[in-house]
């Protein structure tokens, strides 16, 4: 499983990458690493991959993904300002996501960039695989993270992510 996301990283956006131990999931509370001095979080959306793709066109991407969950990505800013990608986005526990819900339920479109779009750049890269992962920040400004803070959203009522800050 991959999981390949899209950043806005000084008014540009960019593919980061992180890794598979970076999900996490179940309301399990996000522990602030001792590593680092500068811990920020924007909201996201991740979206599941459900077909190989592999050169996807923008007018199919839809086909290759069926659900989507709000998430947080967390990244430790002072590494990215370093130029050190793998500390700063590759860390465990760095995207907690919420419940995957059908795209007609949960479709926010303050996207730094379309779903679709995202699909057709991943894929033009590498290969797309069934149960990978794509997140996209949502355009909200990075926020640094607080010991105790609560993360939730909720949608028709439901709570579809929960994390909170140790």
């Known amino acids: 499983m991959k999981i390949v996301g899209f950043s806005n990283i000084e008014n ?13 999931v179940n309301r399990k509370p996000f522990f602030i690493p001792d590593w680092c001095e500068d811990i920020r979080c924007v909201p996201c959306v991740v979206v599941r991959i459900c077909k190989l793709g592999k050169h996807v066109a923008t007018k199919f991407a839809e086909r290759y993904y069926d659900s989507i969950a709000p998430a947080l990505n967390i990244y430790a800013e002072d590494y990215r300002q370093k130029g050190d990608p793998i500390r700063a986005w590759a860390f465990d526990n760095a995207l907690p996501v919420g419940t995957f819900m059908s795209l007609d339920k949960y479709h926010p479109n303050d996207l730094i960039i ?43 009522g439901e709570e579809v992510l929960y994390c909170k800050i140790k």
Request: aromatic content about 4%; hydrophobic content about 45%; overall charge negative.
């Open 114 to 156: 379309s779903i679709d779009r995202a699909v057709t750049e991943v894929s033009r890269l590498m290969t797309i695989r069934q149960g990978d992962l794509i997140f996209i920040e949502r355009q909200i400004p990075s926020q640094p993270l607080v010991r105790e803070e609560v993360f939730q959203e909720i949608v028709d």
């Open 12 to 24: 540009e956006v960019k593919m980061v990458l992180k890794s598979d131990s970076s999900l996490m």
